[in-house]
């Protein structure tokens, strides 16, 4: 940059530029004589004063920067000359001495560039006496500062300002910042430990965290067996502090007390077990034992329970019928693939009278006796074999009760699920007849219904039956359905009315509606537990006090109330 050589080539370019001009003028100006000769001279253009104003400035500054260039080009020079005739003199000018003062007042000043080639200001420029040899900097002409004048240029907007200078100095763009991974969560982190457990244990806290770092950053990229082996974290605790590293309090056991807090109450000392430890009599004070018993709080064990078992997925018939076609399907397929690789015998041929010379052919005209034996004992073999299987297979008389009495109790015993338990509460209207009493307590005792009926004679009766859904489905089509009530209930009262009686019911219909007998289901519903134990049972009442008693003695008095409070459409 700062060689002679290159000085010279910026020279040059400038002078060629301004010859250049200069012989574009004088050609046009030879052009617009000739016209005006030949009389075809064009209309002259309007005269633009800024425009002439702009090309004069730009002719003054070039004419400026030649002659800029041709005082560097003397002073050069006479620095070199003056370098070569006298090195003894320019030595003691470097330091300091008289001689390079005077020197100094022939040379022109000298020129400091930038680290662009901008020229430096004399308040900017380095002391140049204690080493001369350093301003060798290049010059570059093109890259000269150009002088502004806002007052003279007319286009110039204070407003917006100088843009082409500006923009060399712009502000850097802004990139994106991304946010590094976990950094959040860990301040959450912290001010969640520092408002529970205080600033000391988050910078203690920070300060193992830095300080693993930095063993991680030691050891990274060596064998783990070669890393020494140190004292454990987590198991030191540092002086006149309760936190452990790397535990939380909370995770930190308390020590063993020497005496336990409920001993603590009825000792004599309750420091101390006194003898008590060593196998001796302990001191008690007896006067604050008595007869009352503490419960510990019952205290959730530290495992998590399991994880309930999937359910088992509900089948429709369909469903089930079609796995099994499918699975014989498969046992037969399998079979056949055995007996095709011969690691199975094949069948022997099923042969019967029917097919008996399809299947033999020949072999049967040989001997037809003996082959139509042969045939008639597989045929009987076969027979027996069928009988026996179903024979295994047959239950025995206790499973098949068992099993008629499961399926009408709704138990779940393959899938282990607990019955359901309802409960139907009836109300009739007269329940003295022995007939009827024995409909609905034997019905009851042969669907394994528990309950009972509670008779209040003149009023109603109430009868509550327990079991399972099934169970009681077909108990309501006996009630509601199958017995008749109405019926039951005139012929009563025939046997013990009178003829006075008789005679009314007869005559006035509407005293023969009144009389009919009824039964109506007042509400089923599904229960947690059973209120009744045992066989259903009948008893009968003198009030309805006493009617309700029984069934409070149960805990189920409501069943009476919604009977009484029954009213039918």
């Given amino acids: 940059m700062g060689t002679p050589e290159n000085k010279r080539k910026a020279s040059d370019h400038a002078g060629g530029a301004s010859g250049t001009a200069e012989d574009g003028q004088q050609t046009k100006r030879a052009k617009i004589v000739q016209e005006e000769k030949d009389g075809v001279a064009k209309p002259k253009p309007a005269i633009n ?39 003894a003199t320019t030595a003691p000018a470097s330091a300091g001495g008289p001689s390079s003062t005077k020197l100094a007042t022939r040379l022109p000043p000298p ?39 806002e007052q003279d240029n007319t286009h110039y907007d204070r407003f917006l300002g100088n843009k082409g200078a500006k923009s060399q100095h712009r502000r850097p763009r802004s990139t994106l910042h991304f946010v590094e991974e976990g950094k959040f969560q860990k301040q959450a982190e912290d001010v969640r430990l520092r408002a529970k457990y205080g600033d000391q244990f988050v910078r203690d806290l920070e300060e193992r965290r830095q300080r693993e770092a930095a063993e991680a950053e030691q050891y990274a990229g060596m064998d783990p067996n070669m890393i020494p082996l140190g004292t454990s974290r987590g198991v030191t605790v540092t002086a006149g502090s309760s936190i452990v590293e790397g535990v939380l309090p909370e995770e930190v056991e308390p020590p063993v007390p020497d005496v336990e807090w409920w001993d603590a109450r009825i000792l004599a000392d309750k420091t101390t077990y006194g003898a008590a430890a060593n196998g001796g009599e302990p001191a008690l004070k007896l006067d604050r034992i008595t007869h009352y018993i503490e419960h510990p709080v019952l205290l959730d064990p530290p495992a998590e329970a399991p994880p309930p078992p999937p359910q088992p997925l509900k089948l429709t018939k369909q469903e089930l019928k079609k796995m099994r076609t499918q699975r014989r399907v498969a046992r037969e397929q399998e079979k056949q693939e055995l007996i095709r690789q011969g690691l199975l015998e094949p069948p022997k041929p099923k042969v019967k009278i029917s097919n008996l010379m399809r299947v033999l052919g020949s072999e049967a005209t040989a001997d037809p006796t003996a082959i139509e034996a042969e045939v008639r004992r597989q045929t009987a073999e ?37 019955p359901v338990k309802q409960v139907a509460v009836y109300k009739v209207g007269e329940l003295a007849t022995p007939q009827l009493k024995f409909k609905v307590e034997v019905n009851a005792k ?20 327990e079991g399972g859904p099934k169970t009681l489905r077909r108990y309501e089509k006996l009630m509601l359905r199958r017995i008749d009530w109405s019926g039951a209930g005139k012929n009563v009262n025939e046997e013990q009315g009178s003829e006075e009686d008789e005679e009314d019911r007869n005559g006035d219909d509407t005293d023969r509606t009144k009389s009919r007998n009824y039964c109506h289901l007042v509400w089923t519903g599904v229960v947690k537990e059973n209120a009744f134990k045992g066989r259903f049972r009948t008893e009968e009442v003198r009030s309805e006090i006493a009617g309700r008693g029984i069934f409070s003695a149960k805990g189920v008095g409501h069943y009476w109330d919604l009977a009484a409070a029954y009213v039918s459409d």
């Fill in 446 to 465: 042969e669907n394994h219904l528990t309950g009972m009926a509670v008779c209040l004679p003149g009023a109603f009766s109430v009868i509550v039956v």
């Fill in 49 to 87: 004063l800024s425009v002439l104003e702009k090309a004069k400035k730009a002719l003054e500054k070039q004419k400026e920067l030649k002659e800029r260039l041709a005082r560097l080009k003397e002073a050069g020079a006479a620095k070199a000359s003056a370098a070569a005739s006298q090195p």
């Fill in 111 to 149: 020129l400091v560039l930038d680290e662009h080639g901008r020229e430096v200001g004399a308040a900017h420029a380095p002391d140049t006496s204690a080493a001369p040899s350093r301003l060798k900097a290049a010059f570059n002409p093109l890259l000269a500062p150009v002088e502004d004048d």
């Fill in 382 to 418: 076969r027979a027996a074999a069928h009988e026996d299987r179903n024979l295994a297979r047959m239950l025995t008389p206790a499973e098949r009760r068992e099993k008629k009495l499961n399926k009408l109790l709704d138990k779940k015993t393959e899938e282990g699920g607990e």
